[in-house]
């Protein structure tokens, strides 16, 4: 059966093209035209046979026997003279060959045509999910239209450049990634994050590869090759991830491999002393019987056919699972750790209220803004946005877990966390703005505080709805989170979380994994894959949440959540968990196998034309019940939602900054607006550069 059971390791294996090159269609699977051929000719002999004419018989039911054979037997010798390896095919050569030098033609015309059955629908089965998922490179369309030198051509995808100019009608879909330079538009990204609804986008959004344009006409500005699109990188890493090994599947094949030599031993072994303690013939049927009962060929399959299942369908939906290792840890998960930035929040912070120190005023989000010019962080881009003013910042420094440090026009300047800033008399104005849910960082020049800084990540409006359906699984749902407690238990209590563990630095968050993880049961960390990465990493399973797009988070997270629909998570859980029950009973269903008909054939209670009926409709069982693993079922809809970074240039913002108060001396301290007040929108500055890997303010948030 294939690579997995025929042939050494590395030597068959196919590649996704060669699998969608064995048939489109089952008729065009060349296994399974054979076994029509041989099936029509078994049947034409039993019939010649049965109306007298036993030679012609037995001559159609040899040439059966040789139709059957034609899709294992050449293989076979194949990897016997070049790799030295005996397989599963081996077995079923001898056991044909034997069959036939013993007269049992149509026993051994039977066995080819059930096992090239069987082989037929295993490659069908690869064949049909991985065509599912390269289906995907069919949504890029054949031409895009391109402005170049003020004139539109239609060009292939494969000749647009980085930098070029795509103009994108309405209904059309994207060739490649790119950011939006004038227009403003709905995206449908359905067929890649799995979420029906269109997001709202205008210039200075990203707009990726398949995204069909639902609005008005756009120009986009290519960022990437098509063959090197998000799109087209999904395909390739979700290919390779189908081929990665897990517990399961590793399991199988140290039961598999040395089983094949081993059932050669035993079957020698049974027609040696059969000769020896009585007739040599019947013995020796019996050895070919059990050649055929105890080739592990069902058990081989097991769990790889569940895996390119699963993997292919979660792709389908909007999630990037890492094979079958992945796959497996993700099905037995009992505890998921949620970070709140990003993954329990909108990922859109705005600036809610400034409360400056004495007469500071914009002073304070000027030099805020100076150290979080060059960071990636969500935190910086709502101060960012919070200012039209940036003076230029030197040796900015990040304190992991707590702020940033630096020197603007002569004077030492930190941000960050109240503890690594002292908030002095603004202690009172900190707490009641955490304990309102907003995150409060802290402005200090020359060891003074000059002001706090109030930003509030909206919860995501599904964050209680996943909540409930991960208890629903019997999921234990943690928050872990970098933020003052007061804030961590406000979101807490919104989304239904009751464990909160706040006031943490990466590697806390990291202690906690690891001491989630002693209590008991397999852990899933939820995070934004760079920020998290510690504990991204000590988890059994590390998902990134919002990764469409995000290079890094694709490639180092054991699964990527594309989409930013936080019902994604439990929709995911329970495809993983139901593709690894697929797996223990497929895997159970083999080793039953073989345990049960090894005696049977040995003491002859079944004959050839049983065991192979029995060990094909068995192999037949596994591949179905693993094509079950491909069902999975979309989200259902919600209003559309604005993308989270908006138009560039600056919107009206209002900055919540209080009156002037009494100097420091006095007591005083800045109030901040009524909380009626509505907050300002947060916008991201193109104009002003960011580096990769800068910190952020609040790099533990």
Known sequence: MGAECCGPEGATAETAAEAEERGQRPHEVRELRLAAVAALLLGAGWL????????AGTGLELAAAVAGAATFVPGAVRNLIRHRHIGVGTLMTLAA????ALGQVFEAAMLGVLFSIAEGLEHYAIARTRRGLRALLGLVPDTASVLREGHELTVAPGELAVGDLMLLRPGQRAATDGVIRAGRTSLDHSAITGESMPVEAGPGDAVHAGAINGGGAIEVEVTAPASDSSLA????????????????????????RPLVPGIL????????????????????????????AASPCALAIAVPLTVVAAVGAGSRAGALVKGGLALEQLGAVRTVALDKTGTLTRNAPQVVATVPMGDAGAEVLRLAAALEARSEHPLAAAILAATDETPHAEDVTAVPGNGLTGTVNGHHVRLGRPGFVDPGALGGDVD?????????????????VLGAVAIRDEPRPEAAETVTALDRLGIRVVMLTGDNPRTAAALGATAGIGDVRADLRPEEKAGHIARLRAEGGRVAM???????????ATADVGIAMGAMGTDVAIETADVALMGQDLRHLPHLLGHARRARRVMLQNVALSLALITTLIPLAAFGVLGLATVVFVHELAEVLVILNAIRAARTSPLPGRPAVS?????????????LTPPAVPAPSDGGVGTAAPAGDPPPTAVARPDRPREAGAGGCCDNC
């Not at 010649?48 to 030679?55: C, D, W, Y």
């Open 526 to 536: 939820v995070g934004d894959g760079i920020n998290d990465a510690p504990a991204l």
């Open 643 to 655: 993308s989270p970074v908006a138009a560039p240039g600056r919107l009206p913002t209002r900055i």
């Open 48 to 55: 010649t046979g049965r109306a007298g004419a036993e030679s």
């Open 432 to 448: 009641r703005l955490q304990s309102e849910g907003a995150t409060v960082v802290l402005l200090e020049r020359d060891d003074t």
């Open 233 to 256: 990188r999904i395909v390739h890493i979700v290919e390779a991830a189908q081929e990665r090994k897990g517990a399961g599947q590793r399991l199988a094949d140290r039961v598999a």
């Open 97 to 100: 060959v034997g069959a036939v």
């Open 265 to 292: 031993v035993l079957a020698a072994l049974i027609a040696g002393l059969g000769a020896v303690l009585g007739d040599p013939l019947l013995w020796l049927e019996r050895a070919l019987v059990v050649l055929v």
